[in-house]
């Protein structure tokens, strides 16, 4: 009977694991919530399950055994709960094709495993856990601003705050508190410097207990609210030299772990060479695939072997970049203000053709609610100015209408200056996207505006565009179409007083002069 593995998630990274289990020869389940009744990745499981929320550990348990799985992928893995996930799945006799409790438990706490981190001689920002406004006041004084609050426990972003004064203080450390509490259950809240001419450099890892293999680093580009945008492999920024003391490091942390399964150590690269820790993120993430393109390899796949077999197969000497590689992620969101968009995909077009991928849940018709992540595309090429020339085009194939996305800036991003030289400092790269999402949001505004002018003066073909597109609808309901609607019909009055003026007042002279004579 063949191996059957429930997929514990949706989205695109759902659909891109069933594929390689079939691949494989296993059978991919999966589970759905009601928003995801009509989500891609049903299509390609063999048979599935409803459930209240991906998150809650006691009903994704009763799905594996309801459809009688012997193994269970968590996919990018839980906000919360994920160390009891995987405690849960071995008590029940199943097998966990993820990173272990221990690994899970060790790398969501972020202060303890810099703890660790220092000890092993690896180097770490300053940083302080801290229970007030005051003790953030009291470390931007010692350190400088600007600093970055953190919940302890975080991932994905959520919950970072950068702060530029200590005017911004009381507000950003009280929302990284709340976030803090009421996404991850665990209140605690650290500071450190926020480095804006860094870079962010991360190191994909795959690991089977007994060793831990390098599968060489990414650089990204991070957007203001901490989503990775743009990401390559191998990075153009790393020396050789700084390359080979960058994965040393990594390979030395991830074996004191024992680690298991796929992980990313991320680490902060500043312009006089130094390397800074930051983090672990345990399991597979969003990025995976554009390092699997550069090296040719299936994580997923590994993945399996490592979790079934307790061993990779795999040696380090077999590890080699193949070519390289840059992605693009696009998101369902206003890209001004990082606020997540849903809707019905009215039209839905990806790319193809030579050495480009695709990962994604879109398809015409798909009703988008649930993940801000719905598309990935990467590009690869024998050198660095081809993959790039590659995703360009790519990415001027890409159609997504009746849903907001960050498509249009991402373009924008890869034709900038800033992309074609390699200048990935976090502060540059943000004030770009920032300033390109700016223009997105007013070209928006602008065809907005021509399409309400169209539907005032009666134009049909106008009245059926905004009846069936949900994204026109709402730009044309948005307060700065109502501001700009008002000012105007303001100036239209204004104007059109002024140009009858000379008119009216010409004829009440004459009908004066009529009525002396």
């Given at each position: 009977m063949a191996f059957r593995v429930l997929i514990a998630t949706g989205g695109e990274v759902a659909v891109r694991i069933a594929k390689t289990l079939q691949e494989a020869g296993m059978v991919p389940l999966g589970v759905y919530v009601s928003d995801d009744r009509e989500a891609l990745h049903r299509r390609y499981v063999y048979d599935d399950v409803e459930v209240r929320s991906y998150e809650d550990v006691e009903e994704i348990i009763r799905a594996a055994e309801s459809l009688g799985a012997d193994a269970l992928h968590p996919g990018y893995g839980l906000l919360v709960d994920e160390a009891k996930l995987a405690e849960q799945v071995a008590r029940k006799g199943l097998v966990y094709i993820g990173p272990a409790p221990s690994n899970l438990s060790t790398a969501r706490d972020k202060p303890a495993l810099k703890t660790v981190v220092e000890k092993l001689g690896l180097k770490t920002l300053p940083w302080e856990l801290v229970e007030s406004p005051e003790d953030v006041e009291e470390f931007g004084e010692e350190h400088g601003y600007p600093v970055i609050l953190k919940p302890a426990s975080g991932r994905w972003g959520i919950g970072v705050r950068v702060v530029r004064s200590r005017e911004e203080v009381k507000e950003a450390f009280k929302a990284s508190k709340s976030a803090a509490e009421k996404v991850f259950k665990d209140p605690r809240v650290y500071v450190e410097p926020f480095i804006e001419d860094a870079r962010h450099i991360e190191v994909q890892v795959l690991g089977d207990l007994e060793k831990v293999l390098h599968l060489y680093e990414r650089e990204c580009v991070v957007s203001k609210v901490f989503k990775r945008v743009l990401c390559e492999s191998p990075s153009p920024s790393l020396?050789?030299?700084?390359?080979?003391?960058?994965?040393?490091?990594?390979?030395?942390?991830?074996?004191?772990?024992?680690?298991?399964?796929?992980?990313?150590?991320?680490?902060?690269?500043?312009?006089?060479?130094?390397?800074?820790?930051?983090?672990?993120?345990?399991?597979?993430?969003?990025?995976?695939?554009?390092?699997?393109?550069?090296?040719?390899?299936?994580?997923?796949?590994?993945?399996?072997?490592?979790?079934?077999?307790?061993?990779?197969?795999?040696?380090?000497?077999?590890?080699?970049?193949?070519?390289?590689?840059?992605?693009?992620?696009?998101?369902?969101?206003?890209?001004?203000?990082?606020?997540?968009?849903?809707?019905?995909?009215?039209?839905?077009?990806?790319?193809?053709?030579?050495?480009?991928?695709?990962?994604?849940?879109?398809?015409?018709?798909?009703?988008?609610?649930?993940?801000?992540?719905?598309?990935?595309?990467?590009?690869?090429?024998?050198?660095?100015?081809?993959?790039?020339?590659?995703?360009?085009?790519?990415?001027?194939?890409?159609?997504?209408?009746?849903?907001?996305?960050?498509?249009?800036?991402?373009?924008?991003?890869?034709?900038?200056?800033?992309?074609?030289?390699?200048?990935?400092?976090?502060?540059?790269?943000?004030?770009?996207?920032?300033?390109?999402?700016?223009?997105?949001?007013?070209?928006?505004?602008?065809?907005?505006?021509?399409?309400?002018?169209?539907?005032?003066?009666?134009?049909?073909?106008?009245?059926?565009?905004?009846?069936?597109?949900?994204?026109?609808?709402?730009?044309?309901?948005?307060?700065?179409?109502?501001?700009?609607?008002?000012?105007?019909?303001?100036?239209?009055?204004?104007?059109?007083?002024?140009?009858?003026?000379?008119?009216?007042?010409?004829?009440?002279?004459?009908?004066?002069?009529?009525?002396?004579?």
């Open positions: 020396t050789p030299e700084a390359r080979k003391s960058l994965l040393d490091q990594v390979i030395e942390l991830m074996q004191s772990m024992r680690f298991k399964s796929a992980g990313v150590v991320e680490f902060l690269y500043t312009p006089s060479g130094d390397l800074y820790f930051v983090e672990v993120n345990p399991g597979l993430t969003p990025e995976h695939s554009i390092t699997e393109s550069s090296l040719s390899l299936d994580f997923v796949k590994r993945q399996v072997e490592a979790a079934l077999y307790g061993i990779v197969s795999l040696r380090q000497d077999d590890v080699g970049i193949k070519a390289h590689a840059v992605g693009a992620n696009i998101y369902a969101e206003n890209p001004e203000t990082g606020e997540r968009s849903t809707g019905r995909v009215q039209h839905y077009a990806e790319p193809s053709g030579f050495g480009v991928r695709v990962d994604s849940e879109l398809y015409t018709g798909v009703q988008v609610a649930l993940r801000d992540l719905v598309l990935k595309v990467v590009a690869t090429g024998s050198d660095r100015s081809m993959a790039l020339s590659r995703l360009r085009r790519a990415m001027s194939e890409v159609v997504v209408s009746g849903v907001s996305t960050n498509v249009e800036v991402v373009r924008a991003l890869l034709e900038s200056q800033l992309v074609e030289s390699a200048s990935y400092t976090i502060g540059a790269m943000s004030r770009l996207y920032d300033e390109l999402a700016k223009k997105a949001e007013n070209r928006s505004l602008l065809h907005a505006i021509v399409v309400s002018t169209l539907v005032e003066i009666g134009d049909e073909l106008a009245k059926k565009l905004t009846k069936k597109l949900k994204t026109i609808a709402s730009v044309l309901q948005s307060e700065k179409v109502s501001r700009l609607k008002r000012s105007a019909w303001y100036y239209y009055v204004a104007l059109r007083n002024m140009v009858h003026r000379p008119h009216v007042r010409r004829r009440r002279e004459e009908r004066g002069g009529r009525e002396r004579r």
